[in-house]
């Protein structure tokens, strides 16, 4: 995590539904974990993330964000499912699990 400068982290940070938000796969790089082993620690911990701490993107928000940021599109590509997108709230929330 050392090596990642604050800008980076700045650039990680999204306003969907009128809260900034990072995305799973973000948070994947920053904390150096497996998405699934991120989405088995939220599953296992459901209670701590209501909808105000996390959520999933709608197909038309997914789709603004890949279209707005070019490096976003490179990020996201071979995903299975919409991404989840974790509030300040949420972070502090995957951190405790």
């Given at each position: 995590?050392?090596?990642?400068?604050?800008?980076?982290?700045?650039?990680?940070?999204?306003?969907?539904?009128?809260?900034?938000?990072?995305?799973?796969?973000?948070?994947v790089?920053?904390?150096?974990?497996?998405?699934?082993?991120?989405?088995?620690?939220?599953?296992?911990?459901?209670?701590?993330?209501?909808?105000?701490?996390?959520?999933?993107?709608?197909?038309?928000?997914?789709?603004?964000?890949?279209?707005?940021?070019?490096?976003?599109?490179?990020?996201?590509?071979?995903?299975k499912?919409?991404?989840?997108?974790?509030?300040k709230?949420?972070?502090?929330?995957?951190?405790?699990?």
């Open positions: 995590m050392s090596q990642i400068t604050t800008n980076k982290i700045e650039k990680m940070i999204y306003v969907i539904r009128g809260q900034k938000v990072m995305l799973d796969s973000d948070l790089e920053l904390y150096c974990v497996l998405t699934k082993n991120l989405n088995k620690a939220v599953q296992r911990n459901i209670g701590k993330f209501p909808n105000d701490f996390m959520f999933r993107l709608s197909r038309k928000e997914f789709e603004d964000l890949r279209f707005q940021f070019g490096t976003f599109k490179n990020s996201t590509q071979g995903r499912y919409l991404p989840f997108v974790f509030t709230y949420g972070v502090v929330a995957f951190l405790e699990c």
